[in-house]
């Protein structure tokens, strides 16, 4: 979003108008909330707002709806859509945790199974296997652009046993943690 456009909305956002309802919404760095253009609640300072075109946008992003102005309301999003992206939130923030679908089902307040197949519905897969896909795509960054060891990266995505983890890794890419490495390295 270009200087001007920002500036024109987010002047909406101060003076509360309704210009910009259902096509932009206020995403706040400082509280991870987001809101409707027009919410009531005390206006952002401009360097803390980031402006989505959806809201699913900003909920990928991880932020959580306000519950003053409730953006999610009146159609914003489909329900179970919101709720898939609410679960990959909480997945980006806590993937390095031993999460459960218990876990997961509490934070969004349904039930496990409810959650597993709203989930399934929405994505195609299970929320079992986007931690795992969130893990691997975390371990394999680290894996290229740092130094770390293996154990440590194993560790930061979950899997306190280093054996474990490589073994994990294997499973899921068919080589090692090694060899990946090896091969982003260009065999340095
Ligand atoms: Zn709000």
């Known amino acids: 979003m270009d200087q001007q456009l920002f500036e024109r909305v987010y002047e909406g956002v101060v003076n509360r108008e309704t210009t910009y309802e259902g096509i932009y919404y206020t995403a706040v760095k400082t509280t991870k909330i987001v809101c409707r253009p027009t919410c009531r609640a005390r206006t952002p300072h401009a360097t803390n707002v980031t402006f989505y075109p959806s ?14 102005c409730k953006p999610e309301e009146n159609g914003a999003l489909r329900p179970d859509a919101a709720l898939a992206a609410q679960v990959d939130a909480i997945i980006e923030e806590q993937y390095a945790t031993k999460l459960t679908l218990a876990m997961l089902a509490a934070s969004v307040a349904i039930s496990p199974y409810h959650l597993q197949r709203i989930y399934k519905e929405v994505t195609g897969y299970s929320p079992a296997e986007k931690t795992e896909r969130v893990r691997l795509a975390h371990a394999q960054r680290r894996l290229a652009e740092t130094n770390d060891g293996i154990a440590d990266i194993g560790a930061t995505v979950g899997y306190g046993s280093p054996s474990y983890f490589t073994s994990w890794f294997y499973r899921r890419t068919g080589i090692s943690p090694t060899e990946y490495r090896n091969g982003h390295r260009g065999g340095n």
Not at 55 to 68: M, V
């Open 55 to 68: 809201l699913e946008e900003a909920l990928h992003a991880g932020f959580r709806p306000c519950k003053r």
